[in-house]
């Protein structure tokens, strides 16, 4: 078949990667992608929120499967795009519809829906610019730190930690009545702080079954300790270490089933991922956040692991027929090292010329923000490139990766050198 991966950072080069070794995989294109993906599918030069660009490129293509890397478009609604157009219909789209995506797309939708469905969550109340001084009287009944979330998408830049009660009030008021960040921030969610230690546990689901993939525990901040501003994530490990059978076992029972549950109670068309964000306080899982698609930089640690072709898990999805598969995976660990422009996650520059890429032995080099100029490959965003190791230790995977990161190099280049440090 021929297949369409919407997107371009290293989640979508990922699956470009996995899709590529399918026999079910005829044709591949990706749109836009970047130099990782024009490596081994075709590139096609186009806007993840440009439906009608994007359509014109499936007709031309004859694509019978679509799959969506980012949120945005999911939000946006490309599912119910192509499910009202008689011309797509008949073409496979891996993600949820817009109702199923706001579970990303509102924090505060999908706070709701965990309390409707009893799934363990800090709590919280949702403020506008018209309730700003009751926001500000909820923040005076919690405890420092104080979380403040940005409704909408934020580009995971709209979630605030701050342990000062006078700068989390300053900070809301910035977020409401100042538009901090935009049209997301219309609608805030204040939330208690819960103190643990984070995981990512991604989900496939066609609505009805759902097979649980594997586990991750991805790094924010650009500095070592976890110190500095946020990023898109600077290195992801699977499986997390502590995510023991009796604790796995409490987040697929409180969690997963609930959430599927959820969804088919509902009425919701889903057909793909739900990357649900959890912390572990004490021994109990509860919910940070839903995403409605893989994350990124853990889509480069989990995919690598999964040994089920992967097109195959994604028609058995679309088809409703996942709970007929096998899901088999590779008992190693996966170690991911994000390389970053310096600068990132503030003001950098790009088309720094990257050297080395033809060197990495042993390890898988997904690209993230690249881009080629003539035969050469240069830097075009903050995150660049995403090297993964498997071995049974994941220490022994991080070591093989920072061995091969010693062979590339670019001007600035930045990356941490503490991934896995807590665990």
Same mark, same amino acid.
């Given at each position: 078949?021929?297949?369409?991966?919407?997107?371009?950072?290293?989640?979508?080069?990922?699956?470009?990667?996995?899709?590529?070794?399918?026999?079910?995989?005829?044709?591949?294109?990706?749109?836009?992608?970047?130099?990782?993906?024009?490596?081994?599918?075709?590139?096609?030069?186009?806007?993840?929120?440009?439906?009608?660009?994007?359509?014109?490129?499936?007709?031309?293509?004859?694509?019978?499967?679509?799959?969506?890397?980012?949120?945005?478009?999911?939000?946006?609604?490309?599912?119910?795009?192509?499910?009202?157009?008689?011309?797509?219909?008949?073409?496979?789209?891996?993600?949820?519809?817009?109702?199923?995506?706001?579970?990303?797309?509102?924090?505060?939708?999908?706070?709701?829906?965990?309390?409707?469905?009893?799934?363990?969550?800090?709590?919280?109340?949702?403020?506008?610019?018209?309730?700003?001084?009751?926001?500000?009287?909820?923040?005076?009944?919690?405890?420092?730190?104080?979380?403040?979330?940005?409704?909408?998408?934020?580009?995971?830049?709209?979630?605030?930690?701050?342990?000062?009660?006078?700068?989390?009030?300053?900070?809301?008021?910035?977020?409401?009545?100042?538009?901090?960040?935009?049209?997301?921030?219309?609608?805030?969610?204040? %939330? *208690? /702080?819960?103190?643990? +230690? $984070?995981?990512?546990?991604?989900?496939? @689901?066609?609505?009805?079954?759902? #097979?649980?993939?594997?586990?991750?525990?991805?790094?924010?901040?650009?500095?070592?300790?976890?110190?500095?501003?946020?990023?898109?994530?600077?290195?992801?490990?699977?499986?997390?270490?502590?995510?023991? %059978? *009796? /604790?796995?076992?409490? +987040? $697929?029972?409180?969690?997963?089933?609930? @959430?599927?549950?959820?969804?088919? #109670?509902?009425?919701?068309?889903?057909?793909?991922?739900?990357?649900?964000?959890?912390?572990?306080?004490?021994?109990?899982?509860?919910?940070?956040?839903?995403?409605?698609?893989?994350?990124?930089?853990?889509? *480069?640690?989990?995919?690598?692991?999964?040994?089920?072709?992967?097109?195959?898990?994604?028609?058995?999805?679309?088809?409703?027929?996942?709970?007929?598969?096998?899901?088999?995976?590779?008992?190693?660990?996966?170690?991911?090292?994000?390389?970053?422009?310096?600068?990132?996650?503030?003001?950098?520059?790009?088309?720094?010329?990257?050297?080395?890429?033809?060197?990495?032995?042993?390890?898988?080099?997904?690209?993230?923000?690249?881009?080629?100029?003539?035969?050469?490959?240069?830097?075009?965003?903050?995150?660049?490139?995403?090297?993964?190791?498997?071995?049974?230790?994941?220490?022994?995977?991080?070591?093989?990766?920072?061995?091969?990161?010693?062979?590339?190099?670019?001007?600035?280049?930045?990356?941490?050198?503490?991934?896995?440090?807590?665990?």
């Amino acid at each position: 078949m021929n297949i369409l991966i919407i997107g371009s950072g290293g989640r979508e080069h990922a699956f470009t990667y996995m899709i590529s070794q399918s026999d079910h995989c005829e044709n591949l294109y990706v749109a836009p992608g970047n130099a990782g993906t024009e490596a081994i599918a075709t590139n096609l030069p186009l806007s993840v929120t440009d439906f009608d660009a994007i359509k014109a490129a499936v007709l031309e293509h004859q694509i019978d499967m679509l799959v969506v890397g980012p949120e945005d478009p999911l939000v946006q609604g490309i599912y119910d795009f192509f499910k009202a157009d008689e011309a797509l219909q008949g073409v496979r789209v891996v993600g949820p519809s817009a109702k199923g995506a706001q579970l990303e797309g509102s924090k505060e939708a999908a706070k709701e829906f965990m309390s409707r469905h009893q799934i363990p969550t800090a709590a919280y109340q949702s403020f506008t610019a018209e309730t700003l001084e009751a926001g500000k009287q909820f923040l005076e009944t919690l405890n420092a730190p104080y979380v403040l979330k940005a409704d909408g998408l934020a580009a995971g830049k709209g979630v605030l930690i701050l342990n000062d009660l006078d700068q989390a009030k300053i900070e809301l008021e910035q977020m409401l009545a100042e538009a901090k960040f935009g049209a997301a921030s219309s609608k805030v969610v204040i %939330e *208690e /702080f819960l103190s643990g +230690i $984070e995981l990512s546990v991604f989900v496939l @689901t066609d609505g009805s079954s759902y #097979k649980v993939l594997p586990t991750a525990k991805d790094y924010k901040r650009i500095g070592e300790g976890d110190t500095g501003l946020n990023t898109g994530g600077m290195g992801a490990i699977s499986p997390v270490p502590f995510a023991t %059978e *009796e /604790f796995m076992q409490k +987040i $697929e029972d409180r969690i997963v089933k609930p @959430t599927v549950e959820g969804i088919k #109670k509902e009425g919701i068309v889903y057909n793909g991922f739900v990357f649900i964000g959890l912390i572990k306080v004490g021994d109990d899982p509860y919910v940070i956040e839903y995403n409605v698609r893989m994350g990124d930089p853990e889509t *480069e640690a989990v995919l690598p692991r999964i040994k089920t072709d992967l097109v195959e898990l994604l028609m058995a999805t679309t088809d409703g027929k996942l709970d007929e598969i096998e899901l088999e995976m590779d008992s190693r660990s996966a170690s991911t090292v994000i390389l970053v422009s310096g600068g990132y996650p503030e003001s950098y520059e790009k088309g720094k010329a990257i050297d080395g890429l033809d060197r990495v032995d042993g390890s898988i080099v997904f690209h993230a923000g690249t881009k080629k100029d003539g035969d050469q490959v240069v830097t075009s965003g903050g995150r660049v490139l995403a090297i993964t190791s498997l071995h049974q230790d994941f220490r022994q995977g991080l070591s093989k990766s920072y061995t091969e990161i010693e062979k590339i190099s670019f001007d600035k280049m930045n990356y941490r050198k503490d991934i896995g440090f807590d665990l």
